[in-house]
């Protein structure tokens, strides 16, 4: 019989959730007793779990014996994906109407950010960003206002694993940069991508506060529109968009 928790949930599957997430925080990759050591667990039991996930297909064990996410957690990935843009979707369409920009949703995937929602604008030149599109987050505003929700170190581990590639001239070219920029983030409550993802394109980016995994919402378009004066007038809807979205995230969990 399965043992239960203090909490009177099953042990066993929350030791299973709490190994995939220590792989996806270790950027994807362990080592047995480097989530034993981070797991406080004894070796054999990592053990075991691990070899019912791989047998499963949820872990893959590499030839160098390193424990890594497996294939069949994708296909959950995207369905929660799909969920949570679903549910966001309604208040992005609210938010695109009143700033009259387009909106996108984005969670942190594998050191990268997904775009998960889109709201487009209604006018003719506008931005477009393909939902399921992945890119770089020291290089886009929602990746930036995600990345600002980690701390120095959990970003410097992600900008090792996947550098700061220059999507354009204004990209952030160094870590110093990027986590300068961070802290700013944190303490005005927004992002700005400043050309980096994309010249004539500026976008505002709010975390949403309390999401699953680390999420942002935004708004874009041609520069010659959004402007500081567009910033000033979209800011606090956009963030006000970011507390919906939490909450409705709230009720569904309640």
Do not use: W
Not at 2 to 24: C, D, K, M, N, W
Not at 56 to 74: D, E, F, H, K, S
Not at 105 to 126: E, G, K, N, T
């Amino acid at each position: 019989m399965a043992e239960r928790s203090a909490g009177g949930g099953v042990q066993s599957v929350e030791r299973v959730f709490e190994l995939l997430e220590l792989i996806t925080d270790a950027g994807g990759s362990a080592t047995l007793s480097e989530l034993s050591a981070t797991a406080g667990l004894p070796l054999p039991t990592i053990h075991r779990l691990l070899r019912t996930l791989v047998k499963l297909g949820y872990a893959r064990q590499l030839p160098t014996r390193r424990y890594v996410l497996g294939p069949r957690l994708i296909r959950l990935g995207e369905g929660a994906g799909k969920q949570l843009g679903a549910l966001a979707t309604p208040v992005l369409r609210k938010l695109a109407d009143e700033v009259g920009e387009t909106a996108n949703m984005a969670v942190l995937d594998s050191d990268q950010v997904l775009y998960i929602a889109q709201a487009p604008s209604r006018h003719s030149m506008r931005t477009f960003t393909e939902v399921g599109r992945r890119a770089h987050s020291h290089a886009t505003g929602v990746g930036k206002a995600i990345l600002a929700q980690l701390t120095d170190e959990q970003v410097r581990g992600i900008v090792a694993r996947t550098g700061l590639p220059a999507a354009t001239p204004a990209s952030i070219p160094s870590i110093e940069g990027l986590l300068a920029d961070l802290a700013i983030i944190r303490e005005r409550g927004y992002a700005i991508d400043e050309q980096e993802q994309e010249l004539g394109v500026r976008c505002f980016a709010a975390a949403v506060p309390d999401a699953p995994t680390p999420t942002a919402i935004s708004v874009s378009g041609p520069v010659s529109r959004v402007d500081e004066a567009f910033g000033e007038r979209a800011v606090p809807m956009l963030q006000a968009a970011a507390r919906e979205i939490s909450g409705d995230l709230a009720l569904q969990h309640a």
